[in-house]
């Protein structure tokens, strides 16, 4: 399965899954959470799950505001053990992190409390994420002034122009930041260049608008910004496997 995931912490609570980002894999089950720190697009698969163990999976978006208010409050967390900028990470699950997901959890059975105590058991668990060995990598994307930052402003720029030709120089700008600058370490917390990103984001939309809303391949390629429906084919079948025609009639029933 292929997305573009948003900022979130993933706990697994039964089953495994690995997480794609290019090539790199992440796999990881109920003994690690998975964070993503940054918009990423991703593919994923479930790799154990059966009929009378299903897979279950504990998700909590992250709100970038939030994070970075506790990481005022809270100064420097720990330095982190691994050296990278990536804003896709696993780390071991804690006991603490636990508690407040379930707390989280076992509020679906009490609606009339969740409205006040939900709110405070994510804050808890955002709080343990920052707290844990990997909470510096997390903490970068919050920081105004950090490069991490200006990549995620750069990723915003792109989800929503995504469609527009691309100017490395003028997204530079865009972000304060070099053009060099920025290709160093948007690779850094992305695995890939500017423009390979607005591709995937591209290619993603295309396969939403060919599976949900049934438009023409042709006229897909064309909304989404390419002015070549060949170079459209062949990049389409180059990410998913199959040419767009051949993938949609595959997956519609």
Wanted: charged share 25%; net charge positive; aromatic share 8%.
């Amino acid at each position: 399965m292929h997305a573009l995931h948003q900022p979130a912490v993933c706990i697994i609570a039964q089953g495994a899954k690995r997480v794609m980002l290019r090539d790199e894999i992440y796999s990881y089950d109920a003994s690690r959470f998975l964070v993503f720190s940054t918009d990423l697009p991703v593919s994923a698969q479930v790799t154990h799950a059966s009929f009378h163990e299903p897979y279950l999976c504990f998700r909590l978006d992250l709100d970038p505001a939030e994070v970075s208010e506790l990481v005022l409050q809270l100064g420097p967390p720990a330095a982190p053990r691994a050296r990278t900028s990536r804003g896709l990470f696993l780390s071991n699950v804690t006991d603490g992190m636990l508690d407040a997901a379930i707390r989280i959890m076992r509020l679906l059975d009490s609606p009339e409390d969740a409205a006040m105590l939900a709110p405070l058991a994510a804050r808890e668990l955002v709080y343990r994420l920052l707290r844990s060995e990997q909470g510096e990598r997390l903490a970068q994307i919050a920081r105004a002034d950090s490069h991490a930052s200006r990549v995620m402003r750069a990723v915003t720029w792109l989800k929503t122009h995504f469609a527009e030709p691309l100017k490395v120089d003028d997204l530079a700008r865009e972000c304060c930041m070099s053009t060099s600058s920025l290709h160093h370490h948007f690779r850094a917390v992305t695995s890939m260049s500017p423009l390979q990103y607005q591709k995937q984001l591209r290619l993603q939309e295309a396969r939403r608008l060919l599976l949900s809303d049934g438009i023409e391949v042709s006229r897909a390629g064309y909304t989404v910004g390419y002015e070549s429906a060949s170079q459209f084919s062949r990049e389409y079948s180059r990410l998913f496997g199959l040419p767009p025609s051949k993938d949609v009639a595959l997956r519609r029933p």
